[in-house]
């Protein structure tokens, strides 16, 4: 069956890094566009970021661009999210998701548990 597990969560202070990863598992990894969502204490479900199959596009929200990069290793069926200049207001649940179709990088199929990331001195 379809597993994405999360990791790399944690706390950081604000202008700190995190490398988040996401290990997929069921199937053809390298077959799927895939993205990053975020869900923030009582606040609804944020699409952060997105990639193509072959990794040959990325796409940002706002407010995480120029300080987020998402990328995969299609080998190692591994999706990324690299964090830096972290904000407080980037603390949420990060979760995994795989996309169900690239004209639509926000709608999913599968997501995993999430890790949870916050930023605070």
């Known amino acids: 069956q379809v597993q994405l597990v999360e990791s790399g969560g944690g706390l950081a202070r604000p202008g700190g890094s995190l490398r988040l990863s996401c290990a997929a598992s069921?199937?053809?990894?390298?077959?799927?566009?895939m993205s990053w969502a975020r869900q923030a204490p009582g606040k609804g479900l944020e699409w952060v970021s997105g990639i193509y199959s072959d990794g040959s596009d990325t796409y940002y929200a706002d407010s995480v661009k120029g300080r987020f990069t998402i990328s995969r290793d299609n080998a190692k069926n591994t999706l990324y999210l690299q964090m830096n200049s972290l904000k407080p207001e980037d603390t949420a649940l990060y979760i995994c998701a795989r996309v169900v179709d690239t004209r639509s990088l926000d709608e999913y199929d599968y997501w995993g548990q999430g890790t949870q990331v916050t930023v605070s001195s």
């Open positions: 069921g199937f053809t990894f390298s077959s799927y566009a």
